[in-house]
């Protein structure tokens, strides 16, 4: 298809009075609405009139969406690096574990600790009597015996070894051999 003076003329006709490009392309016939685009942009036309759909539009009534309410931006006054970060409600949680009493001379905070020391933490580290084990560990491991014991569990069995099954049941597999029918010898058929 190939646009001659007289499509183009009518493109033009239909570009004034408002018309979409696939409406213009319809009319036109033998045309794809991107066709229609193309040669408007070639031609630099512009300046479209207004259509009867867009001029007779209806507003929108707007739904009032329920409002949420706004959080201060700034509740707090100063510095807020000093405030706790958290509101105790319950007990402080106790551990049902020993734990090992280590004499106040013996306390090492994390920066006293040494390569070989025990590094299982006591405490809580928001108070002053926060301190490390600080025994011999053990080699390879970050903690003495005594926490080792605490922080590692033993491996358990797998499950498959946990099946036991009694030995009147376990059938030596020779015997299975020897009862099982023989694949090349010759079955007995009856006649």
Known sequence: MSW???RVESLKKLWAE???????????????RNAVIGKVHRLGLSGRAT?????????????????RPVKPRFAAVGST????????EAEPYV??????????KERKTLLELSEASCRWPIGDPQHAEFHFCN?????????CEFHARR?????????????IVPADQIIP??????????????QPVDA
């Not at 867009?54 to 009032?64: L, M, Q, V």
């Not at 690096?81 to 105790?88: G, I, K, V, W």
């Not at 597999?173 to 010759?186: E, N, S, Y």
Request: proline share 9%; aromatic share 4%.
């Open 81 to 88: 690096a000093l405030r706790p970060s958290f509101h105790l």
């Open 51 to 67: 259509t009867s759909r867009t001029a007779t539009a209806r507003p929108r009534a707007r739904i009032a969406a329920p409002r």
């Open 151 to 163: 922080a590692f569990q033993p491996v358990q069995p797998r499950r498959r070894d946990k099946t």
């Open 173 to 186: 597999q020779q015997a299975v051999l020897a009862t099982a029918p023989d694949a090349d010898a010759k």
């Open 18 to 32: 408002g018309l979409s490009a696939s409406q213009i392309a319809s009319r036109i016939g033998g045309v794809t």
């Open 135 to 143: 025994r011999s560990k053990i080699t390879g491991l970050p903690y």
């Open 95 to 104: 551990s049902s574990y020993e734990e090992l009493e280590i004499p106040e």
């Open 4 to 6: 001659n003076d007289e």
